[in-house]
Protein backbone atom coordinates (compact mmCIF):
# COMPACT_ATOMS: atom_id res chain seq x y z
CA UNK A 1 0.00 0.00 0.00
CA UNK A 2 1.40 3.56 -1.19
CA UNK A 3 0.89 6.16 1.77
CA UNK A 4 0.05 8.66 -0.34
CA UNK A 5 -3.10 6.49 -1.64
CA UNK A 6 -4.06 4.65 1.43
CA UNK A 7 -7.48 4.24 1.57
CA UNK A 8 -7.17 2.36 5.10
CA UNK A 9 -7.78 4.11 8.51
CA UNK A 10 -6.11 7.78 7.08
CA UNK A 11 -8.58 8.60 4.71
CA UNK A 12 -11.46 7.18 7.33
CA UNK A 13 -12.70 10.41 10.07
CA UNK A 14 -14.78 7.95 12.11
CA UNK A 15 -12.93 7.83 15.30
CA UNK A 16 -13.17 5.06 17.96
CA UNK A 17 -10.98 2.65 15.60
CA UNK A 18 -8.02 2.23 18.37
CA UNK A 19 -10.10 1.66 21.58
CA UNK A 20 -13.09 -0.62 19.75
CA UNK A 21 -10.13 -2.74 18.11
CA UNK A 22 -8.19 -2.84 21.14
CA UNK A 23 -10.88 -4.07 23.36
CA UNK A 24 -12.29 -6.54 20.64
CA UNK A 25 -9.37 -8.22 20.55
CA UNK A 26 -7.97 -8.21 24.07
CA UNK A 27 -11.76 -9.51 25.03
CA UNK A 28 -11.53 -12.21 22.40
CA UNK A 29 -7.91 -13.38 23.63
CA UNK A 30 -9.09 -13.37 26.89
CA UNK A 31 -12.55 -15.63 26.55
CA UNK A 32 -11.76 -17.54 23.79
CA UNK A 33 -8.22 -17.58 22.43
CA UNK A 34 -6.52 -18.22 25.68
CA UNK A 35 -8.53 -21.07 26.69
CA UNK A 36 -7.77 -22.65 23.24
CA UNK A 37 -4.15 -21.93 23.26
CA UNK A 38 -4.05 -23.46 27.08
CA UNK A 39 -5.73 -26.75 25.48
CA UNK A 40 -3.18 -26.88 22.75
CA UNK A 41 -0.31 -26.05 24.62
CA UNK A 42 -1.05 -28.70 27.57
CA UNK A 43 -1.37 -31.07 24.86
CA UNK A 44 1.77 -30.74 23.67
CA UNK A 45 3.26 -31.30 27.15
CA UNK A 46 1.60 -34.84 27.06
CA UNK A 47 3.30 -37.69 25.50
CA UNK A 48 2.24 -38.59 22.62
CA UNK A 49 1.44 -42.06 22.71
CA UNK A 50 -0.76 -41.38 25.40
CA UNK A 51 -2.52 -38.93 23.84
CA UNK A 52 -2.55 -41.47 21.02
CA UNK A 53 -3.91 -44.41 22.72
CA UNK A 54 -6.72 -42.21 24.17
CA UNK A 55 -7.82 -41.16 21.31
CA UNK A 56 -7.99 -44.22 19.48
CA UNK A 57 -9.18 -46.48 22.17
CA UNK A 58 -11.95 -48.88 21.45
CA UNK A 59 -14.42 -47.03 23.07
CA UNK A 60 -13.44 -43.52 21.89
CA UNK A 61 -13.24 -44.82 18.09
CA UNK A 62 -17.07 -46.33 18.69
CA UNK A 63 -17.83 -42.73 20.07
CA UNK A 64 -16.67 -41.09 17.47
CA UNK A 65 -18.42 -43.43 15.10
CA UNK A 66 -21.40 -43.21 16.41
CA UNK A 67 -21.22 -39.00 16.63
CA UNK A 68 -20.58 -38.46 13.12
CA UNK A 69 -22.94 -41.17 12.20
CA UNK A 70 -25.72 -39.59 14.19
CA UNK A 71 -24.87 -36.54 12.76
CA UNK A 72 -24.54 -37.72 9.32
CA UNK A 73 -28.11 -39.06 9.47
CA UNK A 74 -29.66 -36.50 11.26
CA UNK A 75 -28.25 -33.95 8.87
CA UNK A 76 -29.65 -35.81 6.22
CA UNK A 77 -33.01 -35.97 7.93
CA UNK A 78 -32.93 -32.34 8.22
CA UNK A 79 -32.20 -32.02 4.65
CA UNK A 80 -34.81 -33.25 3.51
CA UNK A 81 -37.62 -32.10 6.05
CA UNK A 82 -35.55 -28.58 6.71
CA UNK A 83 -36.15 -28.21 2.47
CA UNK A 84 -39.39 -29.31 2.42
CA UNK A 85 -40.72 -26.70 5.33
CA UNK A 86 -38.21 -24.36 3.37
CA UNK A 87 -40.56 -24.77 0.41
CA UNK A 88 -43.50 -24.84 1.66
CA UNK A 89 -42.78 -21.65 3.59
CA UNK A 90 -41.79 -19.70 0.87
CA UNK A 91 -43.67 -20.53 -2.05
CA UNK A 92 -47.09 -21.23 -0.53
CA UNK A 93 -49.36 -19.05 1.14
CA UNK A 94 -51.79 -21.15 4.09
CA UNK A 95 -53.70 -20.26 6.95
CA UNK A 96 -50.59 -20.78 9.95
CA UNK A 97 -47.85 -19.69 7.39
CA UNK A 98 -46.36 -17.58 10.36
CA UNK A 99 -46.51 -19.41 12.95
CA UNK A 100 -45.17 -22.70 11.20
CA UNK A 101 -42.34 -19.90 10.41
CA UNK A 102 -42.14 -19.40 14.05
CA UNK A 103 -41.93 -23.23 15.17
CA UNK A 104 -38.62 -23.64 12.98
CA UNK A 105 -36.73 -21.62 15.31
CA UNK A 106 -38.05 -23.26 18.14
CA UNK A 107 -35.29 -25.72 18.80
CA UNK A 108 -32.70 -22.41 18.25
CA UNK A 109 -34.81 -21.13 21.43
CA UNK A 110 -35.48 -24.24 23.76
CA UNK A 111 -32.46 -24.76 25.94
CA UNK A 112 -31.41 -27.90 24.83
CA UNK A 113 -31.75 -29.98 28.58
CA UNK A 114 -35.49 -29.53 28.32
CA UNK A 115 -35.44 -30.47 24.10
CA UNK A 116 -33.65 -33.65 25.75
CA UNK A 117 -35.98 -33.93 28.53
CA UNK A 118 -39.21 -33.69 26.49
CA UNK A 119 -37.65 -35.89 23.74
CA UNK A 120 -36.71 -38.75 26.55
CA UNK A 121 -40.14 -38.87 27.74
CA UNK A 122 -41.90 -38.81 24.88
CA UNK A 123 -40.22 -41.62 23.45
CA UNK A 124 -40.17 -43.68 26.97
CA UNK A 125 -42.25 -46.47 27.49
CA UNK A 126 -45.11 -44.44 28.35
CA UNK A 127 -44.20 -41.66 26.90
CA UNK A 128 -47.11 -40.46 24.23
CA UNK A 129 -45.14 -41.62 21.12
CA UNK A 130 -43.59 -44.46 23.22
CA UNK A 131 -46.53 -45.37 23.92
CA UNK A 132 -47.15 -46.85 20.54
CA UNK A 133 -43.27 -47.01 19.34
CA UNK A 134 -42.32 -49.17 22.22
CA UNK A 135 -44.29 -52.27 21.33
CA UNK A 136 -42.88 -51.76 17.48
CA UNK A 137 -39.47 -52.04 19.24
CA UNK A 138 -38.60 -48.50 18.34
CA UNK A 139 -37.46 -47.55 21.83
CA UNK A 140 -36.21 -44.14 22.57
CA UNK A 141 -32.81 -44.41 24.88
CA UNK A 142 -31.36 -46.27 21.83
CA UNK A 143 -28.85 -44.73 18.56
CA UNK A 144 -32.25 -43.76 17.28
CA UNK A 145 -33.05 -41.37 20.17
CA UNK A 146 -29.36 -40.29 19.44
CA UNK A 147 -30.74 -39.12 15.54
CA UNK A 148 -34.03 -37.73 17.14
CA UNK A 149 -32.56 -35.35 19.71
CA UNK A 150 -29.78 -34.31 16.80
CA UNK A 151 -32.40 -34.10 14.41
CA UNK A 152 -34.72 -31.35 16.87
CA UNK A 153 -31.36 -29.34 17.24
CA UNK A 154 -30.42 -29.10 13.95
CA UNK A 155 -33.50 -28.49 11.61
CA UNK A 156 -33.44 -25.09 12.32
CA UNK A 157 -30.27 -24.64 10.35
CA UNK A 158 -31.35 -26.43 7.27
CA UNK A 159 -34.66 -24.10 7.58
CA UNK A 160 -33.30 -20.87 7.79
CA UNK A 161 -30.08 -21.50 5.25
CA UNK A 162 -31.95 -21.97 2.47
CA UNK A 163 -35.48 -19.62 2.61
CA UNK A 164 -33.61 -16.73 1.79
CA UNK A 165 -31.73 -18.34 -0.97
CA UNK A 166 -35.16 -19.66 -1.75
CA UNK A 167 -37.18 -16.43 -1.50
CA UNK A 168 -34.58 -14.87 -4.02
CA UNK A 169 -34.80 -17.49 -6.72
CA UNK A 170 -34.95 -16.27 -10.02
CA UNK A 171 -38.77 -16.70 -11.29
CA UNK A 172 -38.02 -15.85 -14.82
CA UNK A 173 -35.63 -18.97 -15.19
CA UNK A 174 -38.84 -21.05 -14.32
CA UNK A 175 -40.43 -19.63 -16.36
CA UNK A 176 -38.38 -19.94 -19.12
CA UNK A 177 -38.40 -24.18 -18.46
CA UNK A 178 -42.08 -23.70 -18.71
CA UNK A 179 -42.45 -22.31 -21.74
CA UNK A 180 -39.75 -24.34 -23.50
CA UNK A 181 -42.21 -26.78 -22.31
CA UNK A 182 -40.74 -28.73 -19.28
CA UNK A 183 -43.34 -29.74 -16.76
CA UNK A 184 -43.07 -28.58 -13.10
CA UNK A 185 -41.08 -31.88 -12.31
CA UNK A 186 -38.91 -31.45 -15.04
CA UNK A 187 -38.26 -27.93 -14.42
CA UNK A 188 -37.86 -28.81 -10.49
CA UNK A 189 -35.45 -31.70 -11.44
CA UNK A 190 -32.86 -30.12 -14.00
CA UNK A 191 -33.69 -26.32 -13.10
CA UNK A 192 -34.87 -25.35 -9.53
CA UNK A 193 -32.76 -28.55 -7.55
CA UNK A 194 -29.19 -27.83 -9.20
CA UNK A 195 -29.64 -24.14 -8.15
CA UNK A 196 -29.64 -25.34 -4.91
CA UNK A 197 -27.96 -28.21 -4.00
CA UNK A 198 -25.37 -26.07 -3.01
CA UNK A 199 -27.45 -24.13 0.09
CA UNK A 200 -28.91 -27.12 0.56
CA UNK A 201 -25.15 -28.94 1.11
CA UNK A 202 -24.46 -25.47 3.67
CA UNK A 203 -27.50 -26.63 5.49
CA UNK A 204 -26.19 -29.92 6.12
CA UNK A 205 -23.18 -29.39 6.71
CA UNK A 206 -24.58 -26.66 10.05
CA UNK A 207 -26.67 -29.07 10.92
CA UNK A 208 -23.96 -31.86 11.10
CA UNK A 209 -21.67 -29.42 13.12
CA UNK A 210 -24.32 -28.54 15.59
CA UNK A 211 -25.03 -32.59 16.02
CA UNK A 212 -21.12 -33.13 15.99
CA UNK A 213 -20.98 -30.73 19.17
CA UNK A 214 -24.36 -31.41 21.19
CA UNK A 215 -24.15 -32.90 24.61
CA UNK A 216 -26.90 -32.46 26.67
CA UNK A 217 -30.14 -33.70 24.79
CA UNK A 218 -28.16 -36.64 24.26
CA UNK A 219 -27.71 -37.42 28.24
CA UNK A 220 -31.47 -37.36 28.69
CA UNK A 221 -32.08 -39.33 25.89
CA UNK A 222 -29.66 -42.37 25.21
CA UNK A 223 -28.30 -42.94 28.91
CA UNK A 224 -25.52 -42.50 27.13
CA UNK A 225 -23.90 -46.48 28.05
CA UNK A 226 -20.33 -46.66 26.66
CA UNK A 227 -19.99 -49.03 23.23
CA UNK A 228 -23.21 -48.40 23.06
CA UNK A 229 -25.25 -44.91 23.00
CA UNK A 230 -22.06 -43.03 24.06
CA UNK A 231 -21.06 -39.88 21.76
CA UNK A 232 -17.87 -38.70 21.66
CA UNK A 233 -18.71 -35.44 23.90
CA UNK A 234 -20.17 -37.57 26.72
CA UNK A 235 -16.58 -39.96 26.78
CA UNK A 236 -14.62 -36.72 26.59
CA UNK A 237 -17.18 -35.81 30.00
CA UNK A 238 -16.91 -39.18 31.65
CA UNK A 239 -12.82 -39.38 31.24
CA UNK A 240 -12.80 -35.60 32.81
CA UNK A 241 -15.05 -36.62 35.87
CA UNK A 242 -12.84 -39.71 36.58
CA UNK A 243 -9.74 -37.26 36.48
CA UNK A 244 -8.14 -38.97 33.21
CA UNK A 245 -7.11 -35.72 31.50
CA UNK A 246 -5.07 -36.46 28.95
CA UNK A 247 -7.72 -39.19 27.83
CA UNK A 248 -10.31 -35.97 27.71
CA UNK A 249 -7.78 -33.83 26.12
CA UNK A 250 -7.08 -36.41 23.17
CA UNK A 251 -10.88 -36.92 22.82
CA UNK A 252 -10.98 -33.15 22.74
CA UNK A 253 -8.27 -32.84 20.34
CA UNK A 254 -10.79 -35.37 18.20
CA UNK A 255 -13.48 -33.72 18.57
CA UNK A 256 -11.91 -30.08 17.19
CA UNK A 257 -9.94 -30.95 14.44
CA UNK A 258 -13.38 -32.28 13.51
CA UNK A 259 -15.26 -29.01 13.84
CA UNK A 260 -12.40 -26.99 12.43
CA UNK A 261 -11.98 -29.62 9.07
CA UNK A 262 -16.14 -29.42 8.91
CA UNK A 263 -15.74 -24.87 9.51
CA UNK A 264 -13.19 -24.87 6.24
CA UNK A 265 -15.22 -27.26 4.01
CA UNK A 266 -18.77 -25.09 5.11
CA UNK A 267 -16.57 -21.49 4.25
CA UNK A 268 -15.35 -22.78 0.70
CA UNK A 269 -19.38 -24.43 0.55
CA UNK A 270 -20.71 -21.14 1.57
CA UNK A 271 -18.54 -19.39 -1.11
CA UNK A 272 -19.00 -22.04 -3.64
CA UNK A 273 -23.69 -21.75 -2.71
CA UNK A 274 -23.20 -17.83 -3.34
CA UNK A 275 -21.74 -18.25 -6.81
CA UNK A 276 -25.64 -19.98 -7.56
CA UNK A 277 -27.48 -17.03 -5.86
CA UNK A 278 -26.97 -14.24 -8.50
CA UNK A 279 -27.56 -15.04 -12.15
CA UNK B 1 -41.66 -11.73 3.60
CA UNK B 2 -45.04 -11.83 1.04
CA UNK B 3 -43.67 -11.01 -2.11
CA UNK B 4 -45.85 -9.16 -4.52
CA UNK B 5 -45.14 -11.33 -7.33
CA UNK B 6 -45.98 -14.64 -5.73
CA UNK B 7 -48.94 -12.67 -4.44
CA UNK B 8 -50.19 -11.57 -7.87
CA UNK B 9 -49.93 -15.17 -9.79
CA UNK B 10 -51.75 -17.10 -7.40
CA UNK B 11 -55.26 -15.78 -8.10
CA UNK B 12 -55.10 -16.71 -11.46
CA UNK B 13 -56.07 -20.14 -12.24
CA UNK B 14 -52.38 -22.26 -12.51
CA UNK B 15 -49.34 -20.44 -14.20
CA UNK B 16 -46.85 -22.72 -15.66
CA UNK B 17 -44.67 -21.67 -12.21
CA UNK B 18 -46.98 -23.20 -9.79
CA UNK B 19 -47.65 -26.92 -8.86
CA UNK B 20 -50.74 -29.24 -9.57
CA UNK B 21 -52.82 -27.79 -5.95
CA UNK B 22 -52.75 -31.86 -5.19
CA UNK B 23 -48.81 -31.51 -5.17
CA UNK B 24 -49.04 -28.13 -3.07
CA UNK B 25 -51.72 -29.06 -0.42
CA UNK B 26 -49.52 -32.25 0.19
CA UNK B 27 -46.47 -30.95 0.33
CA UNK B 28 -48.07 -28.13 3.16
CA UNK B 29 -49.48 -31.63 4.96
CA UNK B 30 -46.49 -33.00 4.97
CA UNK B 31 -44.29 -30.06 6.54
CA UNK B 32 -47.25 -29.30 9.01
CA UNK B 33 -47.58 -32.88 10.39
CA UNK B 34 -43.57 -33.40 10.57
CA UNK B 35 -43.86 -29.96 12.51
CA UNK B 36 -46.54 -30.53 14.79
CA UNK B 37 -44.99 -33.63 16.10
CA UNK B 38 -41.70 -33.10 16.10
CA UNK B 39 -41.58 -29.28 17.22
CA UNK B 40 -45.29 -28.83 19.04
CA UNK B 41 -45.82 -31.62 20.61
CA UNK B 42 -42.49 -31.94 22.58
CA UNK B 43 -43.55 -28.41 23.65
CA UNK B 44 -46.96 -29.35 24.58
CA UNK B 45 -45.95 -32.63 26.41
CA UNK B 46 -43.00 -30.32 28.36
CA UNK B 47 -46.62 -28.09 30.26
CA UNK B 48 -48.13 -31.48 30.25
CA UNK B 49 -45.76 -33.24 31.99
CA UNK B 50 -45.25 -30.49 34.40
CA UNK B 51 -48.83 -30.48 35.39
CA UNK B 52 -49.38 -34.31 35.24
CA UNK B 53 -48.63 -34.04 39.32
CA UNK B 54 -51.31 -31.34 39.79
CA UNK B 55 -50.88 -27.68 40.36
CA UNK B 56 -50.08 -28.22 44.35
CA UNK B 57 -47.02 -30.44 42.73
CA UNK B 58 -46.21 -27.84 40.28
CA UNK B 59 -45.62 -25.24 43.05
CA UNK B 60 -43.85 -26.97 45.76
CA UNK B 61 -41.08 -27.58 42.86
CA UNK B 62 -40.58 -24.09 42.13
CA UNK B 63 -41.22 -23.37 45.60
CA UNK B 64 -37.98 -25.31 46.62
CA UNK B 65 -35.32 -23.57 48.00
CA UNK B 66 -32.82 -24.86 45.53
CA UNK B 67 -34.66 -24.35 42.55
CA UNK B 68 -34.91 -20.70 43.63
CA UNK B 69 -31.42 -20.27 44.38
CA UNK B 70 -31.02 -22.16 40.45
CA UNK B 71 -33.09 -19.26 38.93
CA UNK B 72 -31.16 -16.51 41.11
CA UNK B 73 -27.88 -17.91 39.49
CA UNK B 74 -29.24 -18.44 36.24
CA UNK B 75 -30.36 -14.92 36.27
CA UNK B 76 -26.78 -13.63 37.41
CA UNK B 77 -25.43 -15.13 34.49
CA UNK B 78 -26.76 -14.42 32.35
CA UNK B 79 -26.56 -10.64 34.12
CA UNK B 80 -23.15 -10.81 33.78
CA UNK B 81 -21.89 -12.61 30.46
CA UNK B 82 -25.02 -11.11 27.79
CA UNK B 83 -24.10 -7.46 28.54
CA UNK B 84 -19.89 -8.20 28.56
CA UNK B 85 -20.66 -9.80 25.26
CA UNK B 86 -22.93 -6.92 23.53
CA UNK B 87 -20.08 -4.66 24.36
CA UNK B 88 -17.78 -6.93 22.87
CA UNK B 89 -20.37 -7.11 19.93
CA UNK B 90 -20.71 -3.41 19.02
CA UNK B 91 -17.20 -2.73 19.89
CA UNK B 92 -15.83 -5.62 17.03
CA UNK B 93 -19.14 -4.00 14.96
CA UNK B 94 -18.04 -0.94 14.99
CA UNK B 95 -14.22 -1.68 14.23
CA UNK B 96 -14.70 -4.53 11.85
CA UNK B 97 -17.57 -2.74 9.31
CA UNK B 98 -16.23 0.61 9.71
CA UNK B 99 -12.72 0.46 9.03
CA UNK B 100 -10.57 -1.53 6.87
CA UNK B 101 -7.29 -2.99 8.01
CA UNK B 102 -5.02 -6.19 7.52
CA UNK B 103 -6.21 -9.18 9.37
CA UNK B 104 -9.72 -8.10 9.29
CA UNK B 105 -10.63 -11.68 7.87
CA UNK B 106 -8.84 -13.69 10.37
CA UNK B 107 -10.09 -11.71 13.44
CA UNK B 108 -13.98 -12.81 11.68
CA UNK B 109 -12.43 -16.15 12.15
CA UNK B 110 -11.60 -15.99 15.04
CA UNK B 111 -14.75 -14.66 16.17
CA UNK B 112 -16.47 -17.72 14.80
CA UNK B 113 -14.53 -19.82 16.72
CA UNK B 114 -16.80 -20.73 19.52
CA UNK B 115 -19.50 -21.95 17.27
CA UNK B 116 -16.97 -24.77 16.17
CA UNK B 117 -15.90 -25.62 19.39
CA UNK B 118 -18.03 -28.13 21.27
CA UNK B 119 -19.59 -26.51 24.40
CA UNK B 120 -17.61 -29.77 26.53
CA UNK B 121 -14.46 -29.00 25.08
CA UNK B 122 -14.84 -25.50 25.86
CA UNK B 123 -15.87 -25.86 29.42
CA UNK B 124 -12.71 -28.81 29.55
CA UNK B 125 -10.60 -25.65 28.71
CA UNK B 126 -11.53 -23.48 31.09
CA UNK B 127 -10.95 -26.81 33.84
CA UNK B 128 -7.06 -27.00 32.45
CA UNK B 129 -7.15 -23.06 32.45
CA UNK B 130 -8.15 -22.28 35.82
CA UNK B 131 -7.81 -25.84 37.52
CA UNK B 132 -6.78 -26.21 41.21
CA UNK B 133 -3.82 -27.94 38.61
CA UNK B 134 -3.04 -25.16 36.58
CA UNK B 135 -0.95 -21.98 37.06
CA UNK B 136 -3.16 -19.67 37.09
CA UNK B 137 -5.73 -21.87 39.25
CA UNK B 138 -2.83 -21.87 41.71
CA UNK B 139 -2.28 -18.01 41.55
CA UNK B 140 -6.18 -16.84 41.72
CA UNK B 141 -6.45 -19.99 44.92
CA UNK B 142 -3.37 -17.86 46.45
CA UNK B 143 -5.72 -14.77 46.44
CA UNK B 144 -8.93 -16.11 47.45
CA UNK B 145 -10.64 -16.48 44.11
CA UNK B 146 -11.83 -19.93 42.99
CA UNK B 147 -12.80 -20.19 39.57
CA UNK B 148 -13.70 -23.57 38.58
CA UNK B 149 -16.37 -25.63 40.29
CA UNK B 150 -17.64 -22.03 41.24
CA UNK B 151 -20.13 -18.88 39.75
CA UNK B 152 -16.88 -17.41 38.34
CA UNK B 153 -16.50 -20.53 35.85
CA UNK B 154 -19.91 -21.03 35.10
CA UNK B 155 -20.18 -17.39 33.72
CA UNK B 156 -16.88 -17.61 31.96
CA UNK B 157 -17.87 -20.78 30.26
CA UNK B 158 -21.01 -18.98 29.43
CA UNK B 159 -19.15 -16.08 28.20
CA UNK B 160 -17.47 -18.31 25.73
CA UNK B 161 -20.38 -20.23 24.32
CA UNK B 162 -22.21 -16.91 23.82
CA UNK B 163 -19.43 -14.88 22.48
CA UNK B 164 -20.35 -14.55 18.79
CA UNK B 165 -23.73 -13.96 18.82
CA UNK B 166 -24.37 -10.25 19.41
CA UNK B 167 -21.28 -9.54 16.89
CA UNK B 168 -22.66 -11.78 14.15
CA UNK B 169 -25.87 -10.01 14.58
CA UNK B 170 -24.41 -6.67 14.24
CA UNK B 171 -21.32 -6.63 11.70
CA UNK B 172 -23.50 -7.41 8.76
CA UNK B 173 -26.17 -4.93 9.33
CA UNK B 174 -23.25 -1.83 10.22
CA UNK B 175 -21.54 -2.70 7.00
CA UNK B 176 -24.41 -2.13 4.93
CA UNK B 177 -24.97 0.59 6.56
CA UNK B 178 -21.59 2.12 5.41
CA UNK B 179 -20.30 5.25 6.53
CA UNK B 180 -21.98 7.99 5.09
CA UNK B 181 -24.26 8.60 7.57
CA UNK B 182 -21.61 9.03 10.25
CA UNK B 183 -19.34 10.96 8.40
CA UNK B 184 -22.42 13.19 7.35
CA UNK B 185 -22.88 13.73 11.44
CA UNK B 186 -19.14 14.87 11.48
CA UNK B 187 -18.85 17.12 8.98
CA UNK B 188 -22.19 19.01 10.60
CA UNK B 189 -20.15 19.01 13.99
CA UNK B 190 -21.17 16.12 15.59
CA UNK B 191 -18.25 14.65 18.52
CA UNK B 192 -17.37 10.82 17.69
CA UNK B 193 -19.74 9.82 20.75
CA UNK B 194 -22.78 12.20 19.46
CA UNK B 195 -22.11 10.24 16.34
CA UNK B 196 -22.02 7.22 17.30
CA UNK B 197 -25.46 7.55 20.14
CA UNK B 198 -27.62 9.10 17.64
CA UNK B 199 -26.59 7.92 14.42
CA UNK B 200 -25.02 4.54 14.13
CA UNK B 201 -26.98 2.92 17.28
CA UNK B 202 -30.53 4.10 16.34
CA UNK B 203 -29.90 2.55 12.76
CA UNK B 204 -28.85 -1.05 13.53
CA UNK B 205 -31.21 -1.17 17.05
CA UNK B 206 -33.42 -3.73 15.64
CA UNK B 207 -30.55 -5.84 14.95
CA UNK B 208 -29.22 -5.40 18.34
CA UNK B 209 -32.13 -6.56 20.19
CA UNK B 210 -32.35 -9.52 18.22
CA UNK B 211 -28.95 -10.26 18.92
CA UNK B 212 -29.12 -9.63 22.82
CA UNK B 213 -32.47 -12.12 23.11
CA UNK B 214 -30.46 -14.94 21.04
CA UNK B 215 -27.45 -14.56 22.98
CA UNK B 216 -29.31 -13.92 26.30
CA UNK B 217 -31.48 -17.21 25.36
CA UNK B 218 -28.38 -19.61 24.64
CA UNK B 219 -26.76 -17.65 27.89
CA UNK B 220 -29.90 -18.90 30.16
CA UNK B 221 -29.97 -22.47 29.04
CA UNK B 222 -26.09 -23.37 28.38
CA UNK B 223 -25.24 -26.68 29.49
CA UNK B 224 -22.39 -28.80 28.29
CA UNK B 225 -20.24 -25.73 29.07
CA UNK B 226 -21.28 -24.85 32.25
CA UNK B 227 -22.18 -28.76 33.67
CA UNK B 228 -18.36 -29.04 33.17
CA UNK B 229 -16.91 -26.64 35.55
CA UNK B 230 -19.66 -26.36 38.05
CA UNK B 231 -19.84 -28.50 41.24
CA UNK B 232 -23.53 -28.93 40.98
CA UNK B 233 -24.24 -28.22 44.55
CA UNK B 234 -27.79 -27.85 44.92
CA UNK B 235 -28.91 -24.83 46.03
CA UNK B 236 -24.95 -23.16 44.92
CA UNK B 237 -23.91 -23.96 41.50
CA UNK B 238 -26.47 -25.40 40.27
CA UNK B 239 -28.26 -23.63 37.04
CA UNK B 240 -31.57 -23.88 35.66
CA UNK B 241 -30.57 -26.28 33.24
CA UNK B 242 -28.40 -28.08 35.49
CA UNK B 243 -31.66 -28.49 38.20
CA UNK B 244 -33.60 -29.53 35.82
CA UNK B 245 -31.11 -32.94 34.79
CA UNK B 246 -30.95 -33.24 38.54
CA UNK B 247 -34.44 -33.42 39.23
CA UNK B 248 -34.76 -35.74 36.54
CA UNK B 249 -32.49 -38.16 37.83
CA UNK B 250 -34.99 -38.80 40.79
CA UNK B 251 -37.20 -41.65 39.66
CA UNK B 252 -39.71 -40.85 42.67
CA UNK B 253 -40.58 -37.31 41.14
CA UNK B 254 -41.17 -37.64 37.74
CA UNK B 255 -42.95 -34.29 37.11
CA UNK B 256 -40.68 -32.31 39.23
CA UNK B 257 -37.86 -31.85 36.47
CA UNK B 258 -40.55 -30.08 34.23
CA UNK B 259 -41.84 -28.26 36.45
CA UNK B 260 -38.28 -26.23 35.98
CA UNK B 261 -38.67 -27.01 32.03
CA UNK B 262 -41.66 -25.12 31.85
CA UNK B 263 -39.62 -21.95 32.74
CA UNK B 264 -36.75 -22.31 29.97
CA UNK B 265 -39.60 -22.91 27.29
CA UNK B 266 -41.22 -20.19 28.41
CA UNK B 267 -38.02 -18.31 27.81
CA UNK B 268 -38.17 -20.09 24.99
CA UNK B 269 -41.62 -18.78 24.09
CA UNK B 270 -40.75 -15.44 24.57
CA UNK B 271 -37.33 -15.70 22.82
CA UNK B 272 -39.50 -16.47 19.49
CA UNK B 273 -42.55 -13.87 20.27
CA UNK B 274 -39.96 -11.29 21.00
CA UNK B 275 -37.86 -12.45 17.78
CA UNK B 276 -40.97 -12.13 15.37
CA UNK B 277 -41.70 -8.52 16.65
CA UNK B 278 -38.38 -7.35 15.63
CA UNK B 279 -38.41 -8.97 12.32
CA UNK B 280 -42.46 -7.37 11.73
CA UNK B 281 -40.61 -4.09 13.26
CA UNK B 282 -37.72 -4.43 10.55
CA UNK B 283 -39.77 -5.10 7.61
CA UNK B 284 -42.19 -2.23 8.67
CA UNK B 285 -39.00 -0.19 8.45
CA UNK B 286 -37.49 -1.12 5.22
CA UNK B 287 -40.90 -0.51 3.76
CA UNK B 288 -41.99 2.59 5.02
CA UNK B 289 -37.94 3.57 3.48
Known amino acids: ?93 FPGRRFLDGLVDFPFALPTAVAGLTLANLFSANGWFGHYLTPLGIEGPTRFGVVLALTFVGLPFSVRTLQPVLENLDKGVEEAAAILGAGRLRTFVSVIAPTLFPTILTGFGLAFARGLGEYVSIIFISGNKPMETEIAPTLAVAR ?34 SKFQRP | MSQPASNGTARRPRSSTQENPWVKWLLIGIACLFASLFLLVPLINVFAQAFSAGLGGYWSTLKDPDTIASIRLTLLVAGISVPLNVAFGVAAAWAIAKFDFPGKAMLLTFIDLPFSVSPVVAGLMLVLMCGAKSFLGQWLEAHGITVIFAVPGIVLATMFVTFPFVARELIPIMEDQGREQEEAALILGASGWQTFWHVSLPSVRWGLFYGIILCNARAMGEYGAVSVVSSRIAGKTDTMPLRVEKLYQDFNHPAAPFAVATLLALLALVTLGLKSYLEWKNEEEDESG
Open chain 1, 240 to 273: LEAFDYSGAIGVALVLMAFSFALLFTLNWLQGWA
Open chain 1, 1 to 93: MRPNRSKGTKSNPLPGFGITLGFTVMYLSAVVLLPIAVLLIKSLSLSWSDLWTAATSRRALYAYGLSLGASFVAALLNAVFGSLLAWVLVRYR
